[in-house]
């Protein structure tokens, strides 16, 4: 099974950014970067027709991968507001009013996206983000128009704290103060130790620079302002430097500003080699484009400006439409196969009701659930011959023609009656003449049958002929007895 891949892109005025991220363990399959020098007019639609070929060329299977944006600190505006609630639902549901009311203008064309800097009893601080809807809308369609559609669209700072945070160790008891530059922007990043922890500030920056800008004289300028931002209480014990153009001396900048002040290596954070960021020549722009990505591992919601306008409706959601379409018409199909065969089987019993109702009383005398009818007419005939019998061995009556047949079948059921219940006995026909007596049957076994034998011979009524065979489970026997002469 493959892996899902997770594509992270920065998009800025003059380049874009690309990382892409394999499976859960973020391997970094591939990092590029785009100019978009070439892109005509450099409009959004143009941009995302450049990004997507050079996908196509890098990452062929970019057309599947989870895909977040970071938009560039020249295209958002960033706020700081104050709000009355500490829930996020309610804030969400009352930032757009509180943004209104602070900047005194009109946000009906503005996407709104919030991060909570702290809470207490009174309140929450909020750092909010504004960018136009036209900007957001062009750049949305232009991607989709490219099989690219992003679950995120976030600021660079927000996509770059990220990236420290989940990346970068910070000590126990430490308070640092990142600061990076890359070769347009400026980011101060204070992070909050624990996102359980809401009393303490989290202080985000973000700020546009020149290329002749002097980078130590305004690291040692505006330092000291974002510090007096994340307030006193909350001493800030060292400052990690990372500058994209290499001018900064971070001795000189820690002896001007008075705390410990070191290097910050990103490749090294990001577990990469060197030699697999030679595509990308600003690793400031690699770490917002990899904190992009990173969107898919943080528990937390991000900053999202689709949360706010055009929400993502992506291959995942059709998806899971799509499955409950299916599981509901799989659930009626069953439902209605289930009625059909139901409704077969009730008329298939009204059927045999009606046939049992029809032939229960014409077949009442072979039915189980009623007795055989009570003659005694044979019973009494028998009792009447036994009774002849004796007195023809008593003497008191001779045997002639008729009496003797009438004898003789006598003695053949005393003979049956010995075995009868032992053998499970039947008898198919009993054939008695002067001359003969023919018996037919089957028992149960073929030492049931040799009993059977034995019985009549022992009537004495002349010499036993037989033919036995087993057909079916029982012992058919035919048994001819001829007077003795």
């Known amino acids: 099974m493959e892996s899902q891949n997770y594509l992270g892109i920065y998009i800025s005025k003059t380049a874009a950014t690309i990382v892409c991220l394999q499976g859960r363990e973020r391997n970094l399959a591939r990092c590029f970067s785009v100019s978009l020098e070439q892109a005509e007019g450099r409009d959004l639609a143009a941009v995302a027709d450049l990004i997507a070929r050079r996908c196509t060329e890098v990452v062929p299977e970019y057309r599947n991968c989870e895909v977040s944006v970071a938009l560039d600190c020249a295209m958002f505006m960033q706020h700081q507001l104050r709000s009355e609630f500490t829930d996020p639902k309610k804030i969400a549901a009352t930032v757009r009013f509180d943004t209104e009311e602070a900047l005194a203008t009109d946000v009906t064309d503005v996407a709104i996206a919030f991060k909570i800097d702290s809470s207490d009893q009174t309140g929450s601080m909020l750092d909010v983000f504004t960018v136009q809807r036209k900007i957001l809308s062009e750049l949305i369609v232009s991607l989709q128009r490219n099989n690219i559609d992003p679950v995120t669209i976030e600021p660079d700072i927000h996509c770059l704290s990220r990236f420290i945070r989940l990346n970068v160790s910070i000590p126990e008891g430490s308070r640092p103060f990142f600061g990076l530059l890359s070769c347009r922007n400026g980011y101060f990043i204070v992070p909050r130790q624990s996102n359980d922890d809401s009393q303490k500030r989290s202080v985000l920056r973000t700020f546009l620079m020149g290329s002749a800008q002097n980078r130590g004289k305004l690291l040692a300028g505006d330092i000291p302002v974002t510090m007096a931002l994340a307030g006193a209480a909350e001493p800030i014990n060292c400052l990690r430097v990372?500058?994209?153009?290499?001018?900064?001396?971070?001795?000189?900048?820690?002896?001007?500003?008075?705390?410990?002040?070191?290097?910050?290596?990103?490749?090294?954070?990001?577990?990469?080699?060197?030699?697999?960021?030679?595509?990308?020549?600003?690793?400031?722009?690699?770490?917002?484009?990899?904190?992009?990505?990173?969107?898919?591992?943080?528990?937390?919601?991000?900053?999202?400006?689709?949360?706010?306008?055009?929400?993502?409706?992506?291959?995942?959601?059709?998806?899971?439409?799509?499955?409950?379409?299916?599981?509901?018409?799989?659930?009626?199909?069953?439902?209605?196969?289930?009625?059909?065969?139901?409704?077969?089987?009730?008329?298939?019993?009204?059927?045999?009701?009606?046939?049992?109702?029809?032939?229960?009383?014409?077949?009442?005398?072979?039915?189980?659930?009623?007795?055989?009818?009570?003659?005694?007419?044979?019973?009494?005939?028998?009792?009447?011959?036994?009774?002849?019998?004796?007195?023809?061995?008593?003497?008191?009556?001779?045997?002639?023609?008729?009496?003797?047949?009438?004898?003789?079948?006598?003695?053949?059921?005393?003979?049956?009656?010995?075995?009868?219940?032992?053998?499970?006995?039947?008898?198919?026909?009993?054939?008695?003449?002067?001359?003969?007596?023919?018996?037919?049957?089957d028992t149960s076994s073929r030492q049931s049958t040799l009993e059977l034998r034995e019985a009549l011979e022992a009537t004495k009524l002349g010499n036993l002929q037989d033919r036995l065979e087993s057909k079916a489970g029982r012992d058919s026997f035919q048994i001819t007895i001829v007077p003795a002469k």
């Open 242 to 441: 990372f500058d994209s153009a290499g001018s900064v001396d971070c001795q000189q900048l820690g002896e001007e500003l008075g705390i410990e002040t070191g290097s910050l290596d990103l490749a090294q954070f990001a577990a990469v080699n060197p030699e697999a960021l030679g595509q990308c020549p600003d690793l400031v722009d690699f770490a917002i484009a990899y904190g992009a990505a990173l969107v898919h591992w943080e528990k937390a919601e991000g900053v999202n400006f689709r949360s706010d306008f055009m929400p993502y409706q992506g291959g995942k959601l059709r998806l899971q439409k799509a499955l409950k379409f299916a599981s509901y018409s799989v659930a009626v199909l069953l439902f209605a196969v289930g009625l059909y065969f139901q409704l077969q089987l009730l008329q298939t019993n009204k059927y045999r009701s009606r046939l049992r109702n029809k032939f229960a009383k014409a077949y009442s005398t072979v039915m189980f659930d009623h007795k055989m009818p009570a003659q005694s007419g044979p019973v009494k005939k028998l009792a009447d011959e036994l009774r002849r019998i004796r007195n023809v061995k008593s003497g008191q009556l001779s045997i002639t023609g008729e009496e003797a047949i009438s004898a003789k079948l006598t003695m053949v059921v005393e003979a049956f009656n010995k075995c009868a219940a032992r053998a499970n006995l039947n008898i198919d026909t009993v054939s008695i003449t002067t001359k003969s007596i023919s018996i037919a049957g």
